[in-house]
């Protein structure tokens, strides 16, 4: 009877989350647009490159989670500008960050690690990176973030600005087995002609819609437009059963 009803309660379930990634140009423009997009906007996850790295990041970071509607989660200075913000929905469990080999001459460059869980669902890796212009570096850059996705065992999902378009080299490597949802140009942002920003989600979970904003908030806000992407997470086996113990209580009372 119990695992009838798992089967049944399985069937068309899950657990939604929307999530953002989006390179807010070091909030260079127009942040009054920026707060507004973003709370329009209304991510569970947002994925932030080009955040508060240097003087007062922390004050800096938080301030700009709290105009959002936001939490601070991990990243600024350590990640070197990647940014991981959440609702308080999202319970992040532990943070880490990765920092690529410096090119003389050229930015410090990193990635901010989450593993985060939402009531019902088990763990997920939330990662955000920001990838170099110059090709040869940006490859190597992504054989190193490759390397720390596919260490993991719990589902990722990754948010960047890779760069590059879906026909390079790194793009490919790290869309390799991962739902890359996108199709609408995110750059630059007053004429966008190019898909340099990414979000690329376990298969394990279930992209339900993607979308670029491109109304007059986000041209006003950066130079990049954000990508949005409406995810449903399978709920774990310790949901069903639960559900399954308060649905023979309740009938038997």
């Known amino acids: 009877m119990v695992a009838a ?33 973003m709370r329009e906007l209304e991510p569970d996850i947002a994925i932030i490159q080009e955040a508060p790295r240097r003087w007062r990041w922390r004050t800096r970071c938080a ?29 992040v469990e532990s943070t880490w960050h990765l920092r690529y080999p410096l090119t003389p001459g050229r930015h410090m460059r990193g990635a901010a690690f989450a593993r985060c869980t939402v009531p019902g669902t088990d763990p997920f890796v ?25 260490s993991f065992h719990d589902p990722v999902i990754l948010g960047a600005d890779l760069n590059e378009t879906p026909d390079g080299p790194a793009w490919q490597m790290l869309a390799s087995g991962r739902t890359d949802p996108g199709s609408s140009p995110t750059f630059p942002a007053r004429s966008p002609d190019r898909r340099i920003d990414a ?27 954000p990508l949005t ?3 449903t997470f399978p709920h774990h086996r310790a949901h069903f059963v639960e559900q399954g113990r308060e649905f023979m209580i309740n009938r038997k009372g």
């Open 229 to 231: 992407a409406d995810l």
């Open 63 to 91: 301030r700009l989670a709290h105009s959002f509607g936001l939490y601070y989660a991990a990243g600024g200075l350590p990640a070197l500008g990647n940014l991981i913000l959440t609702t308080l929905r999202v319970r």
């Open 126 to 150: 939330v990662s955000g990176s920001h990838l170099s212009t110059h090709d040869r570096e940006r490859e190597a850059q992504a054989t190193l973030l490759l390397r720390a996705l596919d």
């Open 5 to 37: 009803l798992l089967a049944l309660v399985s069937i068309g379930v899950g657990i939604g989350l929307r999530v953002v990634t989006y390179n807010v140009h070091s909030l260079r423009d127009d942040v009054g647009a920026l707060a507004l997009l």
């Open 199 to 225: 979000l690329l989600i376990d298969p394990r979970i279930t992209v339900d819609s993607c979308f670029v904003a491109d109304t007059p908030l986000a041209v006003q806000s950066s130079d990049h437009l």
